[in-house]
């Protein structure tokens, strides 16, 4: 009981950024991340997300602190009540041409572009993104603070495992 407490208290904890701009009137809110900027090896994948104010999926949390097997699963569940979902990815080639972070900006205009719906508002993990006309609100750690943000890392983070594999 305890634990399914801390749950709940997570989860609305990471739902308090995007409550607030449902509060006043924006409804297509995207959470955008990107994976990749680490490793020495494949590209860099970015996901936009965009969800309804009815989203209760338990278990949303930054990928890093999720085992492999829950990201599989929360990865399936998200992308059911998504409202969109959009991935881009930078190749190895741009990587070199362009440097790892501007690859990753590039990663990440590409999935919000993706996206089957057209965001209002796109809040973004620790930087702003170039190139799109869309208001955007940059978060530090906003994978551990935005359950939109969370939930883009976990469809980057599966998304490039499986390209990786």
Do not use: F, H
């Amino acid at each position: 009981m305890d634990r399914e407490r801390r749950k709940a208290g997570r989860m609305g904890a990471l739902l308090r950024c995007e409550r607030e701009y449902w509060r006043a009137g924006v409804r297509w809110l995207a959470g955008v991340d990107e994976v990749g900027v680490g490793p020495l090896a494949g590209p860099v994948i970015a996901a936009a997300v965009v969800l309804p104010e009815s989203v209760r999926e338990r278990g949303v949390d930054d990928s890093k602190r999720l085992t492999s097997a829950q990201r599989e699963d929360l990865a399936v569940r998200i992308r059911a009540v998504a409202l969109g979902v959009g991935v881009g990815r930078a190749e190895v080639d741009e990587i070199d041409r362009v440097n790892v972070y501007q690859a990753a900006l590039l990663a990440m205009r590409r999935a919000v572009e993706a996206l089957p719906v057209r965001p209002e508002r796109v809040l973004v993990d620790a930087r702003t993104i170039p190139g799109i006309a869309l208001p955007q609100t940059p978060m530090v750690k906003g994978d551990q603070r935005s359950y939109s943000i969370a939930a883009a890392s976990i469809i980057a983070k599966v998304t490039r495992d499986a390209l990786m594999r």
